[in-house]
């Protein structure tokens, strides 16, 4: 029994995309976790202290230190002594944390577009004039909004053969031909 549970547990651990290629699979790894995202989300809502942490979202002290630590070793957060006696920090967002408020509004639209309207708890409004606010991905340069049916993966300078040929496989199976 105790070399399947340990079997069992060594299957469930978490991979690390660290070395992965591909670009969303490396955010996963500073970010890939709900309570990393939850963390981030109320970050954004102006906390920043464990106890606020722990309060808004219930989740278990152990958890919360992991994940704080885990966030602020990826440069999300820069932990702040805001007392000495005894000493307690702060966790602020630095700038790859501001960076990653457009995926949350990308999430937070995403999930709401999906529920029943009387299921709809938070909407998205302007700060200033409480309009409700519609998030939408789109190119910096051309303006245009971001569709899959548009919009292909082209190697990098990192790329190496394997990223140029999975590219390619990908590239054939849009345009509808075997590669």
Not at 62 to 71: D, G, P, S
Not at 111 to 122: D, F, H, R
Request: aromatic share 12%.
């Amino acid at each position: 029994m105790m070399i399947a549970t340990h079997a069992i547990r060594l299957a469930m651990q978490r991979t690390s995309f660290s070395t992965f290629k591909c670009p969303a699979a490396r955010a996963l790894e500073s970010v890939g976790d709900w309570w990393s995202i939850l963390i981030l989300r109320d970050a954004f809502q102006g906390l920043s202290r464990f106890d606020e942490f722990q309060r808004n979202l219930g989740v278990a002290p152990n958890i919360l230190t992991r994940r704080l630590k885990h966030l602020t070793d990826e440069g999300l957060f820069e932990r702040r002594l805001y007392n000495e006696r005894p000493p307690r920090y702060e966790y602020v967002l630095t700038t790859r944390g501001r960076d990653f408020f457009p995926v949350l509004m990308a999430l937070f639209t995403w999930g709401n577009q999906y529920l029943p309207a009387e299921e709809v708890a938070m909407r998205l409004a302007d700060a200033d004039t409480g309009e409700d606010r519609d998030p939408l991905l789109i190119d910096r340069v051309t303006g245009r909004a971001f569709h899959p049916e548009d919009t292909i993966l082209v190697p990098g300078p990192a790329a190496d053969d394997a990223v140029h040929e999975r590219i390619a496989q990908m590239k054939a199976w849009f345009l509808g031909f075997d590669a």
